[in-house]
């Protein structure tokens, strides 16, 4: 019979260790392993993020309508977005990695677009944006708004420029467009004024030339009678001649008129303006039994201004103001001119007693062709308008209690 018990001794340290060591080692690489999951997650997230992030930059990217360009500090284009490729026509890769004279620079601007080119890469662009013509690849030149940016990287180092390029052809179309409408306006708000002043001019033509020959035919009568004494002819003829020359300052003024191509700026003295104003009515307010009451200081200051169409305005509501009182009693026929000096401007108000502004036309009052009248034109008080604003002045009209209206005009004395 053999029996057989194990010894039991004191075990050695070193597998001990070693088996301690293992164990930690273990877990170790467990750890490492689970933390190495972590990060791994982690960064999967980040990176989906990335790509989502870059993707929304992308598609903003490609779907600007402006154009966008970086460039190296040597002017080497570092990037271009869609949209500057479909402006100009290049696909991005002949256009990245180009140095200046750039393709797409216009043929007849070179000199100019490589001097500003220079300037922007010496930091002396300008800050507002400008406008320059670049060539598309078809050959067809076009209008932009460029606007630089130092573009800087995340350390801080200025690396290059951005730019950004809008297409503004079509906007310059359309203000030229715009600009020639105006001009054609203006051409007809001329000829129509021309019209409106020929017909007046031509009324007021009529009262010299009746004149003139009413004298004639007295002169002539006067020398059928047998008459040969030379000092009584002599007055007739001298109307005669008196009436001529008014002819003829009427005819001047139609022929100034249209002569002009824009608006004087000399001195003007209001008084005249007025005594002119008179000058030319008279006949016609005696005629329809009108008073004119002329209440001006003795002197006013000059005025900067055209004359010629300062009279003309001023005819203008004259003529209103008597036509409103046509059918008025003839006690009631009376038209006042009064004339004021404020602290830095001459105030007129032609004040009539007519029947005041009819309601339907009081809403359209300045605008072109609003009349009442048979034989008007509308255009007198638009025109007036014109005037007195193109002299920085101001026209308006305010109802007076006991029927009729005042025309007020406000004109900025010269500053001295
Ligand atoms: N002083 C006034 N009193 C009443 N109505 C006026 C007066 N001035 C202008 N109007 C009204 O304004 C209209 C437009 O005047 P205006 O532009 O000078 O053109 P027109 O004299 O050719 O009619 C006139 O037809 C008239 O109805
Ligand atoms: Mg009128």
Redesign the pocket.
């Known amino acids: 019979m053999l029996h057989a018990a194990p010894y039991r001794t004191q075990a050695p340290l070193a597998p001990r260790l070693l088996t301690a060591s293992l164990i930690l080692l273990a877990t170790l690489v467990l750890w490492s392993l689970w933390s190495l999951r972590r990060h791994w997650t982690h960064r999967l997230a980040a990176e989906q993020a990335l790509l989502r992030e870059h993707a929304f930059r992308q598609a903003m990217e490609n779907s600007l309508q402006t154009g966008l360009r970086a460039r190296d500090l040597e002017g080497r284009i570092t990037y271009v977005n869609p949209a500057f490729c479909r402006m100009v026509g290049w696909p991005a890769e002949e256009l990245i990695g180009r140095s200046p004279p750039m393709p797409y620079w216009a043929d007849e601007l070179l000199e100019e677009t490589r001097a500003l080119h220079d300037r922007i890469l010496a930091g002396k662009g300008p800050l507002e944006g400008f406008e320059i013509k670049l060539k598309r690849r078809t050959g067809e030149v076009f209008d932009v708004l460029i606007h630089e940016a130092p573009l800087i990287d995340a350390r801080g180092h200025h690396t290059g420029w951005m730019s950004s390029i809008v297409d503004i052809t079509e906007n310059k179309r359309t203000e030229e467009r715009e600009r020639q409408q105006q001009q054609r306006l203006q051409a007809t708000a001329r000829l129509v004024t021309m019209g409106e002043m020929a017909s007046s001019l031509a009324h007021e033509l009529n009262q010299p030339l009746a004149a003139i020959a009413s004298y004639t035919t007295g002169c002539i009568n006067l020398i059928d009678s047998g008459q040969r004494d030379a000092a009584q002819l002599k007055s007739p003829l001298a109307k005669c001649a008196e009436q001529a020359q008014r002819a003829g300052r009427i005819i001047h003024r139609i022929y100034e008129f249209a002569r002009r191509a824009e608006p004087r700026a000399e001195s003007c003295d209001l008084i005249a303006i007025v005594d002119e104003v008179l000058g030319l009515i008279d006949a016609d307010a005696r005629r329809q039994q009108i008073r004119i009451l002329r209440d001006l200081p003795a002197e006013l200051p000059p005025l900067l201004g055209d004359r010629v169409l300062l009279t003309q305005a001023l005819l203008?509501l004259v003529r209103?103001?008597m036509?409103?009182m046509a059918h008025m009693p003839a006690e009631r026929r009376i038209l006042t001119i009064l004339g004021k000096r404020g602290d830095a401007t001459l105030r007129l108000s032609i004040a009539?007693r007519?029947?005041?502004?009819?309601p339907e036309?009081l809403a359209h009052?300045f605008e072109p062709f609003?009349?009442?009248?048979a034989e008007?034109?509308?255009?007198?008080?638009?025109i007036c308008r014109s005037v007195v604003e193109a002299h920085r002045g101001r026209l308006w009209h305010e109802a007076r209690p006991d029927g009729g209206?005042i025309?007020n005009v406000e004109l900025p004395l010269v500053d001295t």
């Open positions: 203008n209103n103001g036509d409103a009539d007519g029947g005041g502004i009819a036309i009052l609003r009349t009442t009248k008007g034109m509308g255009m007198g008080l638009n209206c025309f």
